[in-house]
T-cell receptor, first 113, second 114 residues
């Protein structure tokens, strides 16, 4: 029940295309869903996050879509650029109590120039 | 404004040895969490420290222990190292109280156990 399932494991997209990464969770107590971007040799950096009270959040080229009834959320990267090539992790947490995050297994994105 | 800093960046140890990793939280943050990231996997929660006490612990054996100092910096200690302990160890900080805030990660310490 604590798992967050992420797919696909890897993704190759042409420059200018749309990258889509999906995550699903079981625990309905989760109420905070961040996405992190990680470059080789670096720690994860917060990209964008969403709470369950909204179905979509957009920041620049990055959009999170959230489906509470299906317990799924996804990251859309519009106009993907070679600089977006990185590993992306979804995560889930509860905002009450502690800040323990449950991470997905990651998606390695490669954007071809 | 310094972010989360970790030291050392890389470390090589032998099975059975002990290791100490260090973390300084982002300015203004007082809560420190440690995560283990195996190669090709997502980070896994080890434990969290607040007010110099362990607040929550993940599914890690007692060989993993930690400490938080009055200046909010933290150490992660791993005893009796196993080959399977080879991983990137990430420290993350967050502010406690007030408004809720996401985790900020450091760049990690890459531990190799031979």
């Amino acid at each position: 029940q604590q798992q967050v399932k992420q797919s696909p494991q890897s993704l190759i997209v042409q420059k200018g295309g749309i990258s889509i990464i999906n995550c699903a969770y079981e625990n309905t107590a989760f109420d905070y869903f961040p996405w992190y971007q990680q470059f080789p040799g670096k720690g994860p950096a917060l990209l964008i996050a969403i709470r369950p009270d909204v179905s979509e959040k957009k920041e620049g080229r990055f959009t999170i879509s959230f489906n509470k009834s299906a317990k799924q959320f996804s990251l859309h990267i519009m106009d993907s650029q070679p600089g977006d090539s990185a590993t992306y992790f979804c995560a889930a947490s509860t905002t009450s109590g502690t800040y323990k995050y449950i991470f997905g297994t990651g998606t390695r994105l490669k954007v071809l120039a | 404004d310094a972010g989360v800093t970790q030291s050392p960046t890389h470390l090589i140890k032998t099975r059975g040895q002990q290791v100490t990793l260090r973390c300084s939280p982002k300015s203004g943050h007082d809560t420190v969490s440690w995560y283990q990231q195996a190669l090709g996997q997502g980070p896994q929660f080890i434990f969290q420290y607040y007010e110099e006490e362990e607040r929550q612990r993940g599914n890690f054996p007692d060989r993993f222990s930690g400490h938080q100092f009055p200046n909010y910096s933290s150490e992660l200690n791993v005893n009796a190292l196993l080959l399977g302990d080879s991983a990137l160890y990430l420290c993350a900080s967050s502010p406690r109280g007030a408004d809720w805030s996401p985790l900020h990660f450091g760049n990690g310490t890459r531990l190799t156990v031979t």
